[in-house]
């Protein structure tokens, strides 16, 4: 029992499923007895004062601000990695998934916009449908057998790379606040420190700990939202240390555990609390939910085997080995699991409001549990060889 455990851990479609029961449990405790006890759990205020210099925030935020920009990081390293020594060193592999990801922005932020286009507070949230939850697509695509080609999900894996990037400057070009000099010029310090270290090869982990913090609560002071501090701390730590050791992917294969494990869960479990009790069905066919669900639902896999598609007939890339097209688009069925990452947008667009009564959040839900059935079904019986 012990080594049947061990294997269902270590298997890649795991994370997928404690995500899912994260949020099972967060619908269920929400929704329940002990919803007074998992509000009060979000909103209790964490953090630390110096003078008068202060950092306290809700854990809610601790956990939005904080955790998911380790997530960054881990996405920041894999992607360094990949351009420096895995399968983005050669330009050609990088065209298919960056036109893929392209595709999955372009076009469900244009349907979503289309369907709000008379209201002008709705409009903030054309992000929403962009995201894809890399995790939840990558354990449906697993779950799907043997019969799905690795190229297949190497494919999947590089889309989401490029789809976290997007999300990434999307969250700092339009949701950032007003802009701090004083916190910027300390950003720029922080940043030239692990530039310094970089150049030297440094390869002590607390010298860019420190640095990384201090990047952390300067940019979070800035107004410039605090993820992006992420990837930027990951471009700077170096591929090898001074004695040749493989210093990155070190510092990489350690954080997937704690991503895996603990970040991405406690954040479906601290977001996807819906309150269904304060939801009607005339909340539920709202253009902001219509928009979420048909820019994750349609929008995503649309876009996504549009612009892959454009790119494959024009000989701009080549499909991958021992995948034809139907297989193709089931991956892109599969981008529409927007979940947490759409829920952070969610979080960031119509921060502190509830006009919606929580009908945006369960759309994503619907949208996202829709996209990973039918991507099952379609994977499983229409698309094999």
Not at 260 to 279: D, R
Request: charge should be positive.
């Amino acid at each position: 029992m012990l080594s049947r455990f061990k294997a269902l851990v270590l298997n890649e479609a795991f994370g997928g499923i404690l995500l899912l029961l994260c949020t099972l449990l967060a619908l269920l405790v929400q929704n329940g007895s002990f919803s007074i006890y998992y509000r009060e759990f979000l909103n209790l205020k964490v953090g630390f004062s110096i003078g008068k210099f202060e950092l306290v925030k809700p854990f809610l935020l601790w956990i939005n601000d904080g955790l998911i920009s380790v997530f960054f990081f881990v996405i920041g390293l894999e992607l360094k990695k990949e351009f420096l020594r895995g399968e983005f060193k050669n330009p050609k592999n990088i065209v298919l998934p960056f036109m893929g990801a392209l595709g999955g922005i372009v076009v469900p932020a244009i349907l979503f916009s289309l369907i709000n286009i008379t209201d002008s507070y709705a409009l903030k949230g054309w992000a929403i449908p962009t995201a894809t939850d890399t995790a939840f697509a990558l354990a449906v695509l697993m779950m799907c057998g043997k019969h799905i080609p690795a190229s297949l999900k190497l494919f999947l894996l590089s889309l989401a790379i490029f789809d976290d990037v997007g999300a990434i400057l999307i969250i700092a070009l339009f949701y950032t606040t007003k802009l701090s000099t004083v916190a910027l010029v300390v950003a720029g310090l922080a940043i030239l420190s692990m530039f310094v270290l970089n150049l030297l090869k440094v390869s002590r982990k607390s010298f860019y700990f420190i640095c990384a913090i201090v990047l952390w609560i300067s940019v979070l002071k800035s107004g410039v939202h605090a993820t992006l501090t992420g990837i930027i701390t990951a471009f700077f730590i170096p591929m090898q240390g001074k004695n040749g050791e493989a210093f990155l992917e070190e510092i990489y294969e350690s954080s997937k555990f704690w991503i895996v494990f603990v970040i991405l869960p406690l954040f479906a479990f601290a977001n996807a609390g819906v309150n269904l009790s304060n939801i009607d069905l005339k909340a539920i066919f709202s253009p902001v939910s219509m928009g979420i669900f048909l820019g994750l639902f349609l929008g995503k896999q649309m876009g996504v085997f549009l612009f892959s598609y454009l790119a494959i007939r024009f000989k701009l890339a080549a499909l991958p080995q021992e995948v034809h097209l139907k297989q193709l688009y089931g991956v892109c069925i599969l981008t529409g699991i927007g979940f947490t990452m759409s829920l952070f947008i969610d979080g960031l667009a119509y921060e502190g409001s509830e006009v919606f009564n929580y009908a945006d959040n369960l759309a994503i839900l619907i949208a996202s549990f829709c996209s990973g059935i039918w991507g099952f079904i379609y994977l499983n019986f229409f698309a094999r060889k």
